[in-house]
Nanobody, 123 residues
Framework: VQPVESGGGSVQAGGSLRLSCVVS????????MGWFRQIPGNAREGLAT????????RYAGSVKGRFTISRDAAEKTVFLQMNSLGLVDTAMYYC??????????????????WGQGTQVTVS
């Protein structure tokens, strides 16, 4: 599984961005996709997960109500719509995957496949 992110960029506070993550190479029907972000010097923060098999979604409290994770099955793409962005949302954003149901996982060690990241800068 190889996630590839896109859609990052610079945006003014209060604005929106939509990140995309194209996933290739998977052969299982049950796996979990997640979005994370990282500020230099800090651990990666889990933001949202999408369980491909169960079609369930989970959000971290810090983004619930502002960010929306969704999936286009035909395009094998997972999206993260980010609204009402603030300075605190400036970070490198990563897409991740694991060959297992999401369950309650939302931490970096629980995911085995990672994209290269896309930078989001809010000013």
């Amino acid at each position: 599984v190889q996630p590839v992110e896109s859609g990052g960029g610079s945006v003014q506070a209060g604005g929106s961005l939509r990140l995309s993550c194209v996933v290739s190479g998977y052969t299982y029907r049950s796996y979990c996709m997640g979005w994370f972000r990282q500020i230099p010097g800090n651990a990666r923060e889990g933001l949202a997960t999408f369980d491909i098999g169960e079609r369930t979604i989970r959000y971290a409290g810090s983004v619930k109500g502002r960010f929306t994770i969704s999936r286009d099955a035909a395009e094998k793409t997972v999206f993260l719509q980010m609204n009402s962005l603030g300075l605190v949302d400036t970070a490198m954003y990563y897409c991740a995957a694991v060959y297992a149901p999401c369950g309650g996982r939302l931490t970096e060690p629980e995911f085995g496949f990672w994209g290269q990241g896309t930078q989001v800068t809010v000013s």
